[in-house]
């Protein structure tokens, strides 16, 4: 996997599975950089609401559907998946 992780590293390289990339690709609108800040912010959100590692995504709340989403007519993960296909 690399070396261990440390508390003070800066910068880390890792090679994404497709699914990973995806989920980052997704939540970046098709910026992989952007994508993992925004997961990155979602996860202290979910911190500071008392979600900690271990415990149950139920707990979150997050709702399966949404009736305002702007991607209704299309849908983001297929573009993204065949973005992914395309590399």
Known sequence: ???PSNPATKYFQRTLTNPQRMIL???GKGNLCRGFENVLDLYSEAHNKGFRP?????ILNIGRTTTNSPNLDESLMDK?????REE
């Open 1 to 3: 996997m690399g070396r």
């Open 25 to 27: 690709l997704a939540a």
């Open 54 to 58: 271990g415990d149950d995504l139920s």
């Open 80 to 84: 993204v998946r065949e973005t992914v």
